[in-house]
């Protein structure tokens, strides 16, 4: 199944890059728009509609596949050092969340105070990095592979937990576009470990979310942080009343 959805997703990475809509393959398949993006969305391709859209293409379903193969060989994790190297900058660690977000140098311009010239430095450094490879005309190609992460405990996260935790709980969470649960029980080891898997089944659906609607311009999306944390703990109002203390 997941050799499957990588090859779906970049099945749509190859129409997106020839211009190709849903439509075209509608057209090419003899179907409805949303029949569709039905097939794209519960990833039930047929091998022979998969061969019908790479004709769409005018590629092979083993370009495809090789296709999805080099996707795959990209890093999925920065080494120490390089997570160590951006956070030194605050503008290069901005710089970094914006390409890894898939904007473009345009998309930068338009929305922090910096010189053309100052932001070709960042992503020079960021290309050295081999985080991106900056093409002619200052296009920008990410070298990490879909399922790209910070290390767990590494530089870029502690900077973040240092940096940004107190601002980012900052708010009443009641916005539309905001969620804040709270939840405290008690669990048994077993319990705590099958909730700790659908945590990070949550953060992998987010992944793909973030992933498909890399595509969209950047008017249609908006930033946003998902935190997902989950530890034993007490509450220290409560701590001076403990027996032991």
Excluded at 142 to 168: C, D, H, M, T, Y
């Amino acid at each position: 199944m997941a050799q499957t959805r990588e090859l779906i997703k970049t099945l749509k990475m190859a129409l997106k890059a020839q211009g190709k809509t849903y439509s075209d393959v509608a057209d090419a398949l003899g179907l409805t728009e949303a029949s569709v993006k039905r097939l794209f969305s519960q990833q039930s391709f047929s091998l022979h509609r998969l061969d019908q859209v790479c004709q769409l293409l005018e590629i092979e379903i083993a370009d495809l596949v090789q296709m999805m193969n080099e996707q795959q060989q990209h890093i999925q994790q920065l080494t120490v050092e390089q997570e160590a190297e951006i956070t030194k900058d605050v503008m290069l660690t901005l710089i970094a969340v914006c390409v890894l977000n898939r904007w473009t140098m345009e998309d930068i311009l338009s929305f922090y105070r910096l010189s053309e010239t100052e932001c070709i430095r960042y992503l020079a450094r960021l290309d050295r990095l081999r985080i991106i490879e900056l093409l002619p005309k200052n296009r920008i190609r990410l070298r990490v592979a879909p399922n790209f992460s910070w290390r767990e405990n590494g530089p870029i996260q502690l900077f973040f937990q240092q940096k940004i935790s107190q601002e980012f709980f900052n708010t009443r969470f009641s916005g539309d576009d905001e969620c804040l649960v709270v939840l405290n029980g008690m669990l048994s080891p077993q319990s705590n470990a099958e909730f700790q898997r659908k945590l990070r089944r949550l953060a992998r659906e987010f992944d793909l979310l973030n992933n498909d609607d890399a595509a969209l311009n950047l008017e249609q999306r908006q930033g946003t942080t998902l935190v997902l944390a989950m530890r034993g703990w007490q509450y220290g109002l409560f701590r001076p009343f403990l027996k032991s203390e």
